[in-house]
């Protein structure tokens, strides 16, 4: 049921001469996996999806799925949508309101020239799948909004897809909506064994529902990996804010003791860390990005490591589970996150941090 889709070289141009909406994208899904292909508004990933859908003719690169070339412009192949074989998911519900949840369900099957029987069945497997069996007499206006969310997608995996688009389809959901269903829908995807393109702008989604992500700016696809990799070993500076909140420190990198390349603190002969020899980087200005969670806080001591650093606490921001520090250091500022419910320090608390080299990127400048 599942196919592979491969997006080799896509470019889309709106209008002669303007800057392409889609440049130079090339991706490939392996069949039964979901892509979370994730960006700020504008930034082509709608556009990208809309052209594997066929809504959007490319103007340059080829399109396959489950080997079958869909679009390929230069040659003057384009496949329209309806023979794509796809099943869409969009931010709107598309409900038809009219209809009783079954009925929306088994409207599309009605094109496939099943029997009645045939009909019936699978419908009810779509609507299993998703949770809604026990609703199936009630009009789809009685739901709720991620309940008629949820029938939309029943309704595009009734037919069995070879390839499942979904573009923001939790956008209109409420928070606490969105987290449960959220949740619920990369097992729903799993269970149908289809392949998914799946376009968000929020990087939760893209970490919870993708076993890949892509991130695009301006058209581009900076960089496309597993969500671990991707969250912990970005590319640049841009992936590494956008797939959540980096600490960013200004350093300059030169030769230590040993031989190895030390990272100083910019402005001051503090040393912060040796860096680890994989790390391909040469003398010079150099910025490290760091995870707020992933620095490490500790009380003042008498005799510090040599990797813990004197810093202040400027200000605490309590959120519950977590507390949110801003701290000053050399100069910058630097953010931290701890989990659990009681802070353990104080604005204008003198404290030791702490780099884990294993969590740290380096970013040259030069």
Request: charged share 20%; glycine share 8%.
């Amino acid at each position: 049921m599942s196919s592979e889709l491969v997006i080799k070289h896509l470019m889309k141009h709106y209008a002669a001469g303007a800057k392409p909406a889609v440049n130079d994208v090339t991706i490939t899904i392996e069949a039964g996996n979901i892509l979370a292909l994730l960006g700020p508004s504008g930034c082509g990933k709608t556009t990208t999806l809309r052209s594997v859908a066929g809504l959007d003719h490319p103007t340059g690169g080829t399109i396959s799925i489950g080997g079958r070339l869909v679009a390929d412009p230069a040659n003057g192949l384009f496949v329209p949508p309806q023979h794509r074989n796809l099943g869409m998911v969009f931010q709107s519900y598309a409900v038809w309101p009219h209809m009783s949840v079954r009925e929306n369900v088994e409207y599309p099957l009605k094109n496939k020239k099943l029997s009645r029987k045939e009909i019936h069945l699978k419908a009810a497997q779509a609507l299993e799948l998703v949770g809604l069996e026990e609703y199936a007499d009630r009009p789809v206006v009685a739901l709720s909004g991620g309940q008629m969310q949820r029938v939309a997608l029943a309704r595009s995996l009734s037919y069995r897809p070879s390839l499942l688009l979904l573009d923001e389809p939790l956008s209109n959901l409420d928070a606490k909506l969105r987290i449960r269903l959220r949740d619920d829908l990369r097992k729903i995807i799993k269970d149908a064994g289809v392949t998914a393109l799946y376009v968000t702008h929020d990087q939760a989604e893209a970490v919870v529902i993708g076993d890949r992500i892509g991130v695009m700016k301006d058209g581009q696809l900076l960089q496309h990996d597993a969500p671990a990799a991707l969250y912990n070993h970005p590319r640049d500076l841009f992936v590494a804010n956008f797939t959540g909140a980096a600490t960013v420190l200004n350093v300059q990198l030169r030769k230590a003791e040993n031989n190895a390349l030390g990272a100083f603190i910019d402005g001051c002969d503090t040393q912060l860390m040796s860096l680890p020899l994989e790390v391909a980087a040469q003398p010079g200005p150099a910025q490290i990005a760091i995870r707020p969670e992933n620095v490490r806080l500790h009380a003042l001591a008498a005799s510090p490591r040599h990797d813990q650093h004197p810093a202040r606490i400027s200000s605490r921001q309590y959120l519950g589970t977590q507390t949110l520090y801003s701290l000053s250091f050399h100069g910058q500022t630097i953010d931290i996150v701890e989990l659990g419910t009681v802070p353990r320090f104080s604005e204008g608390q003198e404290v030791l941090i702490e780099f884990p080299l294993e969590c740290l990127t380096v970013f040259t400048t030069h």
